[in-house]
């Protein structure tokens, strides 16, 4: 910060109320990044930090990279908006295409809309809507899991878990049932990639809420491959193999959250690929066009999509929409960032990069705090002991003690995460694992 901005600051912050922050303690001691450019993030008062969070599990190829850049500014310079309604431009047809082949079966319609919380509601509406037109409207029950994050709509905080995001908000949307967490740190601390547990209790208590309601009042079972937002916390193996047989077993729709888990994260163009699974629905946002422009996306299987063309002889087959679904920018920039993936191979390399990472953050065992570490792909998890009394702040403090060596991570209380920027090496890595070392030697 300037010296005149420090002068005004205690003003001009109050006006922005930052969402999911401490506004009180953040305008207390802003951190304020003035630009960005590939790793590293520039400060307004001269800092230079390496991003080792790829922004928001977003910029998976980096900060401002020069096709993104180009793609945006002869976009803009063409055809700045176009309405989303009874109109289209060609970029979005063709990204549509170009992110359909990427996803297994015949996931092959996607609904564009901005964020990953419209893209999970998208889904759930989808679905249920899709029972209706199929004569089953009485399918309208939706099962999620402790501490899962579908975004901040009444859908998503719905079929989130998450208490905070729950909490403060009322009665949320009816019918909505929880699968357990699927982690148990006494049996699995410090496990490297998908625990080897066993999952049949999971299903038995999947097949156990389906009998309770009776599959007939059932709409979809909605999670994430893995738990980001929730601190890094990976399901045993097979697990959504195994939720893929039971929800078709029982006609229950299947959506896989891959907002995170999308474009890279896991070392694969998407987890359903990874893992051999086919979903009815799954939701992506984030990194599909490496965040340079809000944008997320509910892809349909073939199925579902036949099914509102055909329940409709004229007019609009799906009540819903945004105005800014499927925006020019946006489309621009995500044609260009998936060419990038696959032109520069990056997802392969990500996948060379994941057994490094591993050893590296897993060298934290043992470090002052530390009670569990987890890892998959470029994506980990470590868990510090909380203080009494005191939650979170053990946490926090690690987080800011992490970017005062100029590295930033991001703690959700206790749970620190990491996601490298999918085109950072070994020395990233280590510099990022170095800060954290000396971030938990750094506090009591
Ligand atoms: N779903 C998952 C799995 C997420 O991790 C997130 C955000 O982190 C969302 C949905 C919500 O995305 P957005 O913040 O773009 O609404």
Redesign the pocket.
């Known amino acids: 910060m300037t010296r005149e901005t420090k002068a005004r600051a205690n003003d001009w912050l109050q006006s922005y109320w930052m969402p999911f922050t401490p506004n009180k303690a953040f305008k207390a001691a802003p951190r304020l990044n003035q630009r960005a450019d590939g790793f590293y993030y520039y400060t307004t008062d001269g800092r230079k930090v390496l991003d080792a969070f790829s922004g928001?599990?977003c910029c998976n190829l980096g900060h401002r990279h020069p096709k993104i850049v180009e793609a945006i500014k002869a976009q803009a310079d063409e055809l700045d908006y176009s309405n989303a309604f009874n109109f289209g431009h060609p970029k979005v047809f063709e990204l549509a295409n170009v992110v359909a082949e990427q996803f297994p079966g015949d996931l092959n319609h996607v609904f564009f809309v901005n964020?990953?919380?419209?893209?999970?509601d998208t889904a759930l509406k989808m679905a249920i809507a899709y029972h209706r037109l199929k004569g089953q409207g009485t399918r309208t029950r939706l099962i999620g899991r402790v501490n899962?994050?579908?975004?901040?709509?009444f859908g998503?905080i719905s079929v989130g878990g998450m208490v905070n995001n729950r909490k403060f908000f009322g009665s949320l949307l009816p019918g909505v049932d929880h699968l357990s967490f699927p982690y148990d740190m006494n049996a699995q601390a410090f496990t490297r990639g998908e625990p080897d547990r066993d999952v049949e209790p999971f299903m038995r208590e999947l097949e156990g809420l389906i009998a309770l309601h009776d599959a007939s009042t059932v709409a979809a079972v909605i999670v994430?491959p893995f738990a980001?937002?929730g601190g890094v916390f990976i399901p045993p193996k097979n697990y959504l193999k195994c939720l893929r047989e039971v929800t078709k077993k029982h006609g229950i729709l299947l959506i896989v959250?891959?907002?995170?888990?999308g474009f890279g994260r896991m070392g694969a163009s998407n987890a359903a690929t990874l893992f051999s699974v086919e979903p009815d629905i799954v939701?992506v946002?984030?990194a599909i066009n490496n965040g340079a422009v809000?944008m997320?996306a509910a892809i349909a299987s073939k199925e579902i999509y036949d099914t509102f063309m055909e329940a409709t002889t004229a007019g609009v087959e799906f009540f819903h929409g945004y105005t800014y679904s499927g925006h020019p920018l946006a489309a621009a920039a995500g044609l260009a960032a998936q060419e990038v993936f696959r032109d520069e191979g990056v997802y392969e390399k990500a996948r060379a990069l994941g057994a490094y990472f591993e050893d590296a953050i897993h060298s934290l065992k043992g470090e002052p705090h530390v009670i569990d570490i987890r890892n998959i792909g470029l994506a980990a998890g470590v868990t510090v002991a909380a203080r009494d009394g005191a939650p979170g702040a053990r946490g926090t403090d690690v987080f800011l003690k992490t970017y005062e060596q100029g590295v930033a991570i991001r703690a959700n209380g206790e749970h620190l995460a990491i996601a490298p920027i999918l085109t950072q090496g070994r020395a990233e890595i280590d510099m990022t694992v170095d800060a954290l070392r000396k971030g938990l030697r750094a506090v009591a």
């Open positions: 928001l599990w964020s990953g919380s419209e893209a999970a899962g994050y579908h975004g901040v709509g998503g994430e980001g937002s959250d891959e907002v995170i888990s939701t946002a984030k809000p997320g």
